[in-house]
């Protein structure tokens, strides 16, 4: 066994089994399976959910005389439910078997290379042991497919073996606790039809507002004679196959099903498809084979190694619930990222600014991926124009929150758990979030230099969100400067003024300095297309030249507050109080959710220079020192180079790191100035999920942004590669303890940059084929190499040595074999 890749739990261990199904989650990008407990149904302990990409339903809940309206990522009716036992005795029930002392053994298992998820356990009830092997997987190779097999080897008795196995239409979301107060009532089953017992399975369901129908259907079959028969009990259809078991040989039961929805293409009902597909499906084995081809394929495109096993093993583990979430058979789906994956019910499968972390990486791996996330965010556009609209705004407002049409899907009021309240949120007032859209088609068109996308869709996103955050900054004569009132910056815990009525803050300096390199970024887009094309779409969008003037104007007189020397979160914020850091430590351990224990002791942290989350230290993350750099003196403020540090100290003390994309955002500044401190920063980051650093949120579903965002940092920061322009940028920093990394990557049609970096050297080669050479800027050298060639250089510690400081030189790099 590879320590790379598998992810082992010995024992059972009721306590972390929410956590385990999360990480034991099995996808394809069209739906996914938490790694529950087959015998289980949902109860404190297990929580079995499967989710399709897309499919929200919307139900409405009275709280404390409020409507809350909400979407859910839609809770499927259940495939997996599996349990046996001998005649006469007791049916397998995992904690059953734990409380009595009757779990001889147990292991889980999850490969990650193959995509399996196994578990190994020796059960006894009364005088009997079973042995039991089980192996399931949801295909990457046919994305309606899952497959559970179970071999059972009774290892002292002969008898009759009772399987019993099920799909279960009575499921609810209800995967989260603090939502259980709101209704999770989505599905509405068909009844099902008393069938054949040689027919499948099915359960098939509507969703109530969305209408979307669902439909389930299993196949299960035994590997030696056997009888069976069927039930229909309310929602669930219930198949019982009776088997003479004999002493020491196995029983293999093999359980297949099919999911389908009405969304899908290319089928007339998806009742239909469900049966016929599960029909003709071939067994576990062929199945198998063909979902560890397709896994086979995608790690080939995911080449990243490093010399630690640990970190690689997460890594790997990073990546394989990134493609579980998004693969090439979300392309179709009209489908954003939901935050927390296709893992659970947090956030309620809504799609946030994460992206923003999560695109770097599929830009270089897997493009098509990327642009169908960005063709997702295109779609809404009309939505996007609609919410400016209805905010008395021109252009296009991303919603903070986003499922099925793109509408604004946050929450009007959420509950702490730590004082028991609901409280009104404010966190739409997140205008950013377009901003973020925005920064992601531009880099992906500096990734790919797909000037297509950019032409068709990327230039419209870009000016559309330009034109909303030109339109929302207000002139202020006096001064000649813009302000932006009245928002959120990404830090939660500040949502106003102590002593302001309305929500938000203004001039925060992440939305003003980022929607000022936006505007210039869309008027970039926009004079790169062909003319008629740029001509077009100025036509479409009714875009004269007085509106993109102003757009200069405002890109560069759009304020950014200061005070004692650094940047200010937002306007204000020097003049709110310090926090008792120590005080709050010593009190409570861990205050990574510092907005619940103030609420709960009446207080706010809108008091205290306290942020959740990486806000102001996002524009370091984002933008590079030079942009950084440019954007300032574009807004017409004097170069100060001690800035960018000092702000970086202020904030980093003064965050909690709430959101695991704040420890992300962490590592990767410490990584640029502080090695051992930024690997330290680092491996929290990449323990966030596995670790369950936030104590329990993870079973609620992965963390999707850190898990690609951790990935991502390897290749753009350790490896230090960055697509700027029309030059691939390396300034790689290899972290001290580590004296390997490989990293191969596509870039701009090229198939396979491979890029080794050791403590003294850093070798690139170019794979041959690829259409053209490629420029690669190292600190003052820029070099040009041809495909089939390569190019090394000496490192001093994992770095370049000191820059030499002479103007860029350019050599060539052909010819020289790979
Ligand atoms: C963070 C947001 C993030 C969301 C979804 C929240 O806790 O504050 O920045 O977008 O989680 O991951």
Redesign the pocket.
């Known amino acids: 066994m590879d320590d790379r890749w598998t992810l082992v739990y010995e024992g059972f261990d009721a306590a972390e089994e929410g956590l385990r199904e999360a990480l034991c989650t099995l996808g394809n990008g069209y739906f996914a399976t938490r790694g529950a407990a087959p015998e289980s149904a949902a109860d404190g302990v297990h929580y079995p959910g499967t989710y399709a990409a897309g499919c929200y339903d919307r139900l409405t809940t009275e709280i404390g005389g409020h409507r809350a309206d909400n979407a859910d990522l839609v809770n499927l009716p259940d495939w997996l439910p599996l349990t046996f036992r001998a005649a006469g005795g007791d049916r397998f029930d995992i904690d059953e078997a734990a409380h009595r002392g009757d779990l001889l053994e147990y292991r889980q298992e999850l490969d990650l290379h193959r995509g399996v998820l196994t578990r190994l356990f020796r059960w006894r009830d009364g005088g009997r042991t079973f042995r039991v092997a089980q192996r399931r997987i949801v295909s990457m190779a046919d994305p309606h497919l899952a497959a559970l097999e179970t071999t059972i080897v009774p290892e002292n008795w002969t008898g009759t073996l009772e399987v019993r196995s099920a799909v279960d239409g009575r499921v609810v979301n209800a995967g989260v606790a603090r939502y259980r107060g709101l209704r999770g009532d989505h599905l509405v089953c068909d009844p099902p039809h008393p069938h054949d017992e040689a027919d499948p399975d099915v359960v098939t369901a509507t969703t109530r507002s969305s209408r979307i129908g669902i439909a389930i259907a299993a196949r299960t079959r035994v590997s030696c004679p056997s009888t069976s028969s069927t039930r229909v009990e309310g929602d669930r259809v219930v198949r019982t196959v009776r088997v003479d078991a004999r002493e020491g040989v196995p029983v293999t039961i093999e359980k297949v099903a099919a999911v389908f929805t009405s969304r899908d293409r290319a089928l007339e009902d998806h009742g239909e498809a469900a049966r016929g597909h599960v029909t003709l499906a071939p067994g576990f084995d062929g199945l198998l084979e063909a979902h560890t081809q397709a896994w086979a394929r995608l790690w080939r495109r995911c080449r990243l190694s490093v010399d630690d096993t640990e970190v690689q093993r997460i890594l790997n583990l990073h990546v394989f619930h990134l493609l579980q979430t998004v693969s090439e058979h979300t392309v179709d789906l009209d489908v954003g990222v939901p ?1 927390r994956g296709l893992h659970g019910e947090a ?1 309620r499968g809504h799609v ?3 992206e923003l972390f999560i695109l770097p990486f599929l830009s270089t791996r897997f493009p098509e991926i990327a642009r169908a996330l960005l063709l997702y965010r295109w779609r809404r556009l009309p939505a996007a124009r609609r919410n400016a609209a209805a905010a008395g705004h021109k252009g296009a407002l991303y919603p903070w929150q986003s499922a099925a049409d793109g509408r604004e899907e946050t929450q009007t009021l959420h509950l702490n758990p730590r004082s028991g309240r609901w409280l009104p949120d404010h966190s739409h007032l997140q205008r950013h979030a377009g901003l973020a859209v925005a920064h992601n088609a531009w880099r992906f068109y500096e990734s790919t230099g797909d000037l297509e996308f950019l032409a068709e869709y990327g230039a419209e996103m870009m000016l559309e969100v330009a034109r909303f955050f030109a339109d929302i900054a207000s002139y202020d004569r006096s001064r000649d400067r813009y302000d932006i009132r009245g928002v959120m910056g ?1 830090d ?1 815990y500040h949502d106003g003024y102590p002593d302001r009525d309305e929500p938000g803050v203004d001039n925060n300096a992440y939305t003003n300095i980022l929607a000022a390199w936006v505007l210039r970024r869309a008027l970039d887009a926009l004079a790169l297309l062909p003319e008629n094309r740029r001509t077009e779409l100025r036509e479409g969008l009714a875009l004269t030249h007085t509106e993109t003037a102003r757009f200069e104007d405002v890109a560069t007189k759009l304020r950014v507050p200061f005070h004692g020397g650094v940047i200010s979160q937002f306007e204000g914020y020097g003049n709110l109080g310090e926090l008792d850091w120590d005080r709050y430590r010593a009190r409570y351990g861990d205050i990574r959710r510092l907005d619940r224990i103030l609420e709960a002791e009446g207080d706010t942290p809108n008091r205290y220079k306290a942020s ?2 990486a806000d102001v230290l996002m524009l370091f993350y984002l933008l590079a020192p030079h942009e950084f750099d440019d954007v300032l003196l574009q807004l017409g403020y004097d170069r100060d180079p001690g800035l960018p540090e000092r702000t970086i100290d202020y904030y980093l003390t003064r965050t909690c790191d709430g ?1 695991t ?1 704040s420890m992300l955002v962490r590592a990767w500044i410490l990584a640029r100035t502080d090695g051992d401190l930024g690997w330290r920063a680092f491996l929290d980051a990449l323990r966030s999920d596995i670790g369950d650093s936030q104590h329990g949120t993870t079973a609620e579903g992965v ?1 999707l ?1 850190a898990m690609a965002g951790t990935v991502d940092l390897v290749q753009r920061c350790f490896a230090g590669i960055s697509t700027r322009g029309e030059t691939l940028q390396l300034s790689p920093r290899l972290p001290p303890a580590l004296t390997r990394l490989h990293v191969g990557l596509r870039y701009r049609g090229h198939w396979g940059i491979d890029l080794s970096l050791r403590p003294d050297r850093l070798h690139v080669a170019l794979r041959p084929g690829g259409a053209r050479p490629i420029t690669i800027v190292y600190g003052t050298e820029e070099i040009v190499v041809e495909p089939g060639g390569s190019w090394e250089t000496p490192l001093a510690e994992g770095r370049p040595p000191e820059a030499s400081g002479h103007p860029r030189a350019r050599t060539s790099a052909t010819g020289q074999p790979a």
Request: negative net charge; charged residues 25%; proline residues 8%.
């Open positions: 935050a956030y946030f600014w994460d990404p939660e959740k989350q959101s994309l963390h942004g």
